[in-house]
């Protein structure tokens, strides 16, 4: 297995509250893995130790060969390689959706407008915004449209993975599915990915493993069918049943 992404006993607190309490995994260079859990088990901070915008108090993270954690990595340059898909998409207001996907390539990565323009359009074609949106602002988009310009923007940098935390969960139901469809595609193409979701039709149809994180740690993890229909923790169990309730059999 080709390692891309190593987090190793990830340790973090805010104060007293010891959210995060030894979190190790890897994700393989073409999986999907997701991760789920309820609310306020570590998530988001999880994510977020992982390219160092929240330092972790203990443990460490591998990008490929380099440790992030070491202290004389170059941090700003490495994060460019992890793309980071947000709740509420994080576009920048006054560029349009072709300049959203562009400015990381030309400001970042210092391309050529050019070679940047048609970078930036193959990654809107991707998540299927079609030419007749790209020099639409993101408030004439709809919230699907608008995750799947930061998808685009996240894809266009080339990154070694992409995390998503919750990408769908601030969308209108009848959204949820195109952006899904699309991450779906990108999980088959071998995008690798780590995702934070609790949709699991998604996980069922592609993650390679569904880690369960509760109270700061990762209490179960498998195969998705079986931490979803054949859990082996009480929380778990309860977790799923509770999810399964709320959103039914959506695909
Ligand atoms: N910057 C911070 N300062 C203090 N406490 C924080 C901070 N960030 C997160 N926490 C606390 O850490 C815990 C975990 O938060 P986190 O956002 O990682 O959970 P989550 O699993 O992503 O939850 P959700 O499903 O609601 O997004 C919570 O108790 C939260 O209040
Ligand atoms: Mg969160």
């Known amino acids: 297995m080709d390692v891309v992404l190593r987090a190793e006993d990830i340790h ?12 190790s995994f890897e994700v393989g260079r073409g999986e999907t893995k997701v991760i789920c ?8 901070t999880l994510l977020r130790c992982l390219n160092l915008l929240t330092r972790p108090d203990k443990g460490r993270v591998w ?28 576009l920048f207001n006054h560029l349009t959706a072709l300049d959203n996907v562009m400015i990381g390539l030309t400001k970042v990565k210092k391309l050529p407008k050019d070679e ?16 007749d949106l790209w020099n639409k602002y993101p408030a ?11 998808i685009a923007r996240a894809l266009a940098m080339d990154p070694v993975i992409i995390l998503y935390d919750e990408p769908t969960s601030a969308l209108d139901p009848h959204l949820i599915g195109e952006v899904l469809e699309v991450m779906k595609e990108l999980a088959r193409r071998k995008v690798t ?7 699991i039709g998604f996980a069922l149809s592609v993650a390679d493993e569904i880690m369960f994180m ?4 990762i209490v ?25 309730e709320l959103y039914g059999g959506r695909k």
């Open 12 to 23: 973090k607190s805010y104060g007293k509250t010891k959210v995060l309490k030894g979190i």
């Open 193 to 199: 990915g780590l995702v934070v979701t609790h949709e």
């Open 140 to 150: 004439q988009l709809s919230g699907g449209q608008k995750q799947r310009v930061a």
């Open 214 to 217: 509760y109270n700061g740690k």
């Open 116 to 131: 940047a323009r048609r970078i930036a359009k193959e990654a809107l074609l991707t998540v299927h915004i079609t030419e």
């Open 63 to 90: 990008l490929e060969d380099v440790e992030l954690t070491s202290p004389s990595v170059n941090i700003n340059k490495m994060r460019q390689r992890i793309g980071f898909v947000f709740q509420e998409f994080n």
């Open 220 to 244: 179960e993890r498998g195969p998705p069918k079986e931490v979803v229909f054949n859990p082996k923790h009480e929380v778990t169990a309860r977790f799923f049943k509770r999810i399964s």
């Open 37 to 44: 859990g309820p609310s306020g088990a570590g998530k988001s």
